[in-house]
């Protein structure tokens, strides 16, 4: 294992080994191994908690909840805006941490680390705004108050792709509204989330607020955050297969849950389309952090008429990538979580080429390391194929034709998944009828990059339920409670 202080990083105590809980950090016999998949080196080990520490943390949430959710929402503020400017303040050591457990280019990193930090900001505003309502009465005695009050404890379990982001857009609003939060990280990424609670502690966040328990008993403790009677609001980013395991679950005690799910994106390109800003989109929805994103591009529709010139301009984008590990300068494309998931990738990869995709670049591993997987793009794509069919995960993209606006819509919306979708276009008339035909929860257009904090992230179908950022986010941490007040007459 390495020391803290090799790992390059100017605050060495934003690495930590322990599950955060109640305030202090909790030890254990059992370890996990925390490694580079860019070189397969070890970055850390850590306690490695389970079941018993999970059901500790949603204790001490619940104890803490009274006294967070009695704070003015000018004060849980004021902390919030404290953990946000210390995040920004330490973005560089943040970033560094992500790309040594994740891969992701460090560039990358930090804008991730900047992009999480602004739903701090934004639901540290906008939890000030959680309006009730006075409706009229029904008769001159009453009167209809609806007020907003926090859900209680949240419990979450989030995924290594994003492990500071998907942290702090559940957190912020969870903090924001005023109940308290409970997280198990994915154990492939767990540094991320315990250097956000040795900064939430520095910014003064109380106690049992803001709680990491890190442990590889999935099941066990994903039981107690879906089941424990002591958590109202359960809230998950990840498969759709594990989401539906979860939201069975959260039944027996009738939680309030919230769901990211997996996604099949589809990227359409019009005749009509500025081919130019069309690749470019493309390569940024498909490409960033090696295709491992669930609003990454799956399936790119190219009308016939400008197949060729598109095809032919973004082959040439996609070979120019560069590929290797996260820290060093330039790199575009770093490795993929594990040899687990290229495997799956490339098993799709190889199933399609049996049913009759064309290779045109890639579809292969690369020379990098064990890891990584050459940026790949197949022609020839039916929507019936693997690449098609399932969500990839990975460097890959299936380029499928069609005809007609009618065609792609009905294409586009084959598939079980809603959660993002993108096409280019510059017929305002198809603009607004593509958009709304669409069946998916965020649509780009013209626009390869989506996500930000002021915008309700989100899908349809089975790619989950509920919003998170934007002034929609804050309602899944509130309870509404109508209010009906009589004998006013007198």
Not at 125 to 154: F, L
Request: proline share 4%.
């Amino acid at each position: 294992m390495q020391n803290h202080s090799d790992l390059g990083l100017q605050d060495s105590q934003l690495v930590k080994n322990f599950s955060y809980i109640n305030g202090s950090w909790h030890s254990s016999e059992s370890q996990i191994s925390v490694t580079n998949p860019a070189d397969g080196s070890e970055v850390a080990k850590i306690s490695n908690a389970g079941v018993a520490e999970t059901e500790l943390a949603v204790v001490a949430a619940k104890s803490a909840l009274k006294m967070w959710s009695a704070k003015s929402a000018n004060e849980r503020a004021g902390l919030m805006r404290n953990w946000f400017n210390l995040i920004m303040q330490h973005q560089d050591d943040l970033g560094r941490i992500l790309t040594l457990e994740q891969g992701k280019p460090l560039a990358e990193a930090k804008g991730e680390v900047a992009y999480g930090a602004a739903f701090i900001e934004w639901f540290a505003e906008e939890g000030k705004r959680a309006y009730g309502d006075i409706i009229p009465g029904p008769s001159s005695d009453k009167r209809v108050v609806v007020i907003k009050q926090p859900v209680g404890v949240v419990a979450s379990i989030t995924p290594w792709n994003f492990p500071n982001a998907m942290i702090a857009r559940k957190a912020a609003a969870a903090l924001a509204a005023g109940c308290t939060f409970v997280v198990r990280p994915a154990t492939q990424t767990p540094l991320s989330a315990l250097a956000m609670a040795e900064l939430a502690e520095r910014a003064g966040i109380p106690a049992g607020v803001f709680n990491v328990v890190v442990g590889d008993d999935a099941s066990g403790m994903g039981k107690v955050l879906t089941q424990h009677p002591d958590v109202s609001k359960f809230t998950f980013t990840g498969s759709t297969p594990v989401g539906k395991t979860l939201l069975k679950q959260c039944a027996t005690t009738v939680k309030k849950v919230s769901m990211e799910l997996g996604g099949n994106a589809p990227f359409i390109v019009f005749a009509d389309a500025d081919i130019d800003a069309a690749v470019q989109g493309a390569l940024v929805s498909k490409y960033r952090n090696a295709g491992q994103t669930c609003v990454c591009t799956n399936r790119i529709f190219v009308q016939n008429k400008v197949l060729q010139e598109f095809t032919e301009k973004f082959t040439a984008a996609v070979e120019k990538l560069a590929i290797g590990n996260g820290l060093d300068d330039g790199i575009i494309i770093g490795p993929m979580i594990s040899s687990t998931a290229l495997n799956d990738v490339d098993k799709l990869v190889k199933e399609s080429i049996a049913a009759g995709a064309k290779v045109i670049s890639g579809a292969q591993k690369h020379s990098a390391g064990e890891n990584f997987y050459q940026p790949t793009i197949l022609s020839h794509v039916t929507n019936d194929m693997p690449v098609a069919r399932n969500e990839i995960f990975g460097p890959v993209s299936p380029i499928l034709s069609f005809d007609t606006e009618e065609e792609v819509i009905a294409m586009a919306n084959d598939t079980e998944f809603g959660l993002a979708a993108y096409f280019y276009a510059r017929d305002i008339g198809r603009v607004w009828r593509v958009a709304e035909a669409l069946e998916f929860g965020m649509i780009g257009i013209n626009e390869g990059i989506i996500s930000n904090a002021a915008a309700p992230f989100g899908g349809m179908k089975q790619s989950g339920s509920g919003r998170e950022g934007s002034k929609y986010g804050l309602d899944d941490y509130l309870e509404i409670k109508y209010l009906c007040m009589g004998g006013l007459d007198k």
